[in-house]
């Protein structure tokens, strides 16, 4: 239940409560997470360690540790931050009651790590504004679209601190959330690979929504994390509108509006964002997107593969059908037949697969040893 007009400590209270700490530490152990040495040393003595947790929690004495640093290169090469097991842990139970408190403070047309409003419903949503302005605004219709140079990278501290200060009525959930931002690396920003990051620079560019929705009025206005789409009526007003919000931005959140990123376009050539190129009335899929994914198809070691290997990779190409699914996508999985004849397509089930003379023995599986319930099954050559 959403937590509105919270007063005293109360909010505090329940981010620290046993059954909430408890519930964290449940959605730390989903995945393969659970298998790292930190969460199995844990799970053998979790009832004491979470005790030991909320009781530095509210005793005022808890500090995040260190981070572990390391890149992903997908979508593109970024620099992650990964916190320690417990850290986790106590930034599920923060997420647990703080996000549904902030859900309660946006914008309706705002998506992003938010419950229920993810890309795919964003991408619809701006389909939906676009077919919306068109009707009304007819061949006069522009896209405006804004992007954030290296956003989490560049969030004021002392910024985010005083926004935390006017969002939040409980202090000692203020000072958590504080905590948690000045034991961040470095000296700017907030480190990418957790969820207080999202959860508080969602917070941050709620201040541009607001502004947007309450002092300038417009009407055809999405945000997705640092992604603003809006729909104005001519040119010469979608030009201006960028300009104020670059200045506005800048002055306001000391961000910077990417030059190059960001663009102006008639709304009947689409906009390209979150993934795809988006019209009135249908979606489409970026050649960069096909050729990723014809990349990855092109570099598979067919008959060099594991039984495992040759499920993930069957895992990987659906996860992609998953993606495409929302846009026109039959013409390119026909391509995608035609030149890679060891990739099949099941067009009933709608899904891919690799061809039965590709896949390896099936490996003989034996229970693994202990009682430790979440090892993982072993099997043998």
């Known amino acids: 239940m959403p937590l509105l007009n919270i007063s005293g400590n109360l909010m505090f209270d329940q981010i620290t409560s046993q059954d909430n700490l408890w519930d964290a530490y449940l959605k730390t152990q989903k995945g393969a997470s659970k298998f790292k040495v930190a969460a199995i040393d844990f799970y053998f003595n979790s009832q004491i360690g979470l005790e030991q947790l909320r009781r530095r929690l509210v005793g005022g004495t808890y500090l995040p540790r260190p981070y572990n640093k390391f890149y992903v290169t997908e979508p593109k090469e970024r620099l992650i931050y990964a916190p320690f097991y417990e850290d986790k842990i106590v930034q599920h139970a923060i997420n647990n009651v703080v996000a549904p408190y902030l859900k309660e403070k946006y914008i309706d047309d705002s998506f992003a790590c938010i419950t229920e409003r993810g890309n795919q419903r964003a991408v619809f949503r701006i389909q939906t504004l676009l077919s919306q302005a068109r009707d009304i605004y007819g061949g006069e219709a522009y896209i405006l679209k804004l992007d954030i140079v290296k956003f989490f990278y560049r969030i004021s501290r002392d910024i985010l601190e005083s926004i935390i200060d006017a969002e939040f009525v409980c202090q000692r959930t203020k000072d958590l959330l504080k905590t948690i931002v000045r034991r961040s690396p470095g000296h700017i920003g907030l480190p990418l ?153 099941d067009w009933q089930r709608h ?11 099936y490996p003989i599986e034996r229970t693994p040893s202990g009682d430790d319930p979440h090892a993982e099954p072993l099997y043998l050559a």
């Open 351 to 361: 899904q891919f697969s690799l061809r039965e003379s590709t896949r390896p023995p």
């Open 193 to 345: 690979g957790n969820l207080t990051s999202q959860l508080l620079a969602n917070l941050y560019m709620n201040v541009v929504d607001q502004y947007g929705k309450t002092a300038l009025k417009l009407r055809y206005y999405l945000r997705y994390a640092d992604d603003i789409f809006i729909v104005v009526n001519g040119k010469e007003n979608a030009h201006r509108l960028l300009n104020h919000l670059t200045r506005w931005i800048n002055n306001t959140l000391a961000l910077d509006v990417h030059p190059q990123k960001s663009q102006v376009r008639p709304l009947h050539v689409g906009v390209v964002g979150l993934g795809f190129l988006i019209y009135h009335d249908h979606i489409r899929l970026l050649g960069k997107f096909k050729r990723k994914v014809r990349h990855y198809i092109r570099n598979i070691p067919v008959g060099q593969l594991s039984y495992r290997e040759w499920r993930k990779v069957i895992e990987k190409l659906n996860a992609w059908l998953n993606v495409m699914s929302i846009a026109k996508h039959h013409g390119f999985i026909y391509q995608l037949l035609r030149e890679f004849p060891y990739v099949v397509f």
